[in-house]
């Protein structure tokens, strides 16, 4: 990996860098869709590359599962099998550690899991971990971590990882046509220590230690349903110790405010299913605000989603009306959906490129946020997080300030 700082926002903490992996550059910040099953759920790899896209992620515990890593090798890597030209993130499998947790037991060598789909039993260490990362040949592969009870766990497991690192020259060799071989990998290590900035402090330090055994850092642990205050307060802490000279990855993010407010304190990358799920429900991301497509009041709307929106869904007029019409009973409304609101995430990060280039970050982030809650009020806990980085969204501004986390209203009959 090459990582270069190429502009800085002199007033908060957003930052534009250049990442070079074995599959190309990704201008970050950047916000990475989910590939959870070797695909985009409705879309093509050439159709999600053609949006722009040049960052996904794939999910370890899941393709191990299916199709399984002799299938993942002998086809020459996950690259080469899904037919993804461009750069690829696996995580390590521990969120499922949370998700599937009924069907987990957690000891100091790994996760014993139950399969969801036959019951059969399969551990997951961190060297069997990286070994399926390995077969999946991902640009970025990450640590196994334990979301939860994790302070002295993930420096024990992160070792196990590098004492394997140390000796995958020695390992066989993966199909002679794989994408990213297993020397070119990137390392991330998961910062976890739950809701406690003592626990956090205490597994940043233990990271920071070995800093120069990775390639970069992740901030787990969150985006489960914690206070919002809290949330923010534990990525600044995190994105404040973290080393200037490497990517900042805070997983599970991603509604759009979200967004803005970690590349404000200081990250340069985040993931989330959000965009893809929430367009299968019929809901379509704005800069004014998600639209709930499902409501009567579109069924006369021929009107694009967006008319401003770049993308093939609006740029071919396709309606509000047609698509309340379809939605959620033809996958064409999910498919059309899908790709505007990858295209709406790739805006919202690629605006605030520009405008940290442009040094105007703080002016995009008070007309994002005007436009996106109008007179609705702007969460609290978003205005709070921008002061700490000397941005004060109430400037200029007759605006209400509301509790809460400021998406409840995304599926409400308002929107």
Not at 170 to 188: E, G, H, R, V
Not at 209 to 216: D, I, K, L, P, Y
Not at 251 to 279: H, K, N, Q, S, Y
Request: hydrophobic share 40%; proline share 6%.
């Amino acid at each position: 990996m090459k990582f270069e700082v190429l502009a800085r926002c002199p007033t908060t903490r957003a930052r534009v860098s250049r990442m070079s992996l074995a599959h190309g550059e990704t201008a970050l910040p950047t916000f990475m869709p989910v590939a959870t099953q070797a695909a985009i759920k409705g879309l093509t790899p050439e159709q999600v590359e053609s949006l722009g896209v040049t960052l996904i992620l794939n999910n370890t515990y899941h393709l191990n599962l299916r199709p399984g890593v002799d299938i993942l090798t002998a086809a020459g890597g996950a690259h080469k099998f899904e037919g993804w030209k461009r750069n690829m993130l696996t995580d390590s499998g521990g969120f499922q550690l949370v998700s599937l947790s009924k069907f987990t037991t957690i000891t100091e060598e790994g996760a014993l899991f139950a399969s969801p789909f036959n019951g059969e039993p399969t551990m997951l260490t961190p060297e069997e971990s990286m070994n399926i990362q390995h077969s999946i040949g991902a640009d970025i592969i990450m640590q196994l971590d334990d979301v939860v009870p994790s302070l002295l766990r993930v420096p024990a497991w992160k070792k196990l990882w590098k004492d394997q690192l140390d000796g995958r020259s020695a390992a066989p060799p993966l199909s002679a046509s794989i994408y990213t071989p297993p020397d070119m990998q990137n390392l991330f290590a998961i910062v976890q220590g739950g809701l406690d900035p003592i626990l956090r402090d205490r597994c940043l330090n233990g990271m920071l230690e070995r800093q120069h055994q990775v390639a970069g850092y992740a901030i787990g642990g969150l985006s489960g349903g914690e206070e919002k205050d809290i949330f923010w307060t534990i990525i600044k802490q995190c994105a404040d110790k973290l080393p200037e000279d490497r990517p900042r990855y805070a997983m599970g993010i991603g509604f759009a405010e979200d967004l803005l407010v970690c590349v404000a304190l200081g990250v340069d990358m985040a993931d989330c299913v959000f965009p893809t799920r929430t367009a299968r429900f019929g809901v379509a991301l704005t800069h004014t605000g998600p639209i709930n497509l499902r409501l009567g009041k579109h069924a006369t709307d021929f009107n694009a989603i967006d008319d401003t929106c770049p993308c093939p869904t609006c740029k071919s007029s396709t309606s509000r009306a047609f698509l309340h019409h379809i939605v959620t009973h033809e996958t064409t409304a999910a498919h059309s959906l899908t790709i505007h609101n990858i295209v709406f995430q790739a805006q919202v990060m690629g605006r605030a490129r520009d405008a940290i280039i442009a040094g105007q970050f703080p002016a995009y982030l008070r007309s994002f946020f005007a436009g996106y809650f109008g007179d609705r009020g702007y969460p609290k806990w978003c205005v709070d997080a921008l002061r700490s980085v000397g941005v004060d969204l109430l400037q200029d501004a007759h605006v209400p300030v509301v509790h809460g986390s400021g998406a409840k209203w995304e599926y409400s009959d308002a929107a």
